[in-house]
């Protein structure tokens, strides 16, 4: 079962380190997606505190995932899905793919499923927290 997950993954942290873990724990490969610079400005309305490839990098060497990509240069475009994933997990503070997310599976005729995972100690290991 492949595992897709998206995220900014600034100032990599137990949180994040956490997260991956999680998602890890519903297929046998796990692809990680890392948030581009202009598209974290466009959702959250600032940039990240490090740059994508510096976070890219990060993800690589945390050796939890089997691949990591950054992610499309326009927001909403959803490339990545052509990895066709059968699960994507999304982190409890997520809220803006839910709302777009589904309807691009439907169009792609995917029957991904969309997993939840609970947060490790967000008022400690928050990237917003931490900046």
Do not use: W
Request: hydrophobic letters at 35%; glycine letters at 6%.
């Amino acid at each position: 079962m492949k595992v897709m997950c998206f995220g900014t993954f600034d100032m990599f942290h137990p949180g994040h380190e956490y997260f991956l873990n999680e998602a890890k724990k519903f297929g046998n490969e796990l692809v990680v997606v890392v948030a581009r610079d202009k598209t974290v400005n466009e959702i959250k309305g600032f940039y990240p505190k490090e740059d994508e490839k510096k976070r890219l990098q990060n993800i690589i060497d945390s050796k939890i995932a089997e691949k990591v990509v950054l992610g499309d240069e326009i927001l909403n475009k959803y490339n990545v899905l052509g990895e066709k994933p059968d699960i994507i997990a999304l982190g409890y503070d997520q809220k803006y793919f839910l709302e777009h997310l589904q309807d691009e599976l439907n169009k792609r005729n995917l029957k991904t499923k969309i997993v939840r995972l609970d947060s490790f100690h967000p008022e400690k290991y928050k990237s917003s927290k931490l900046r």
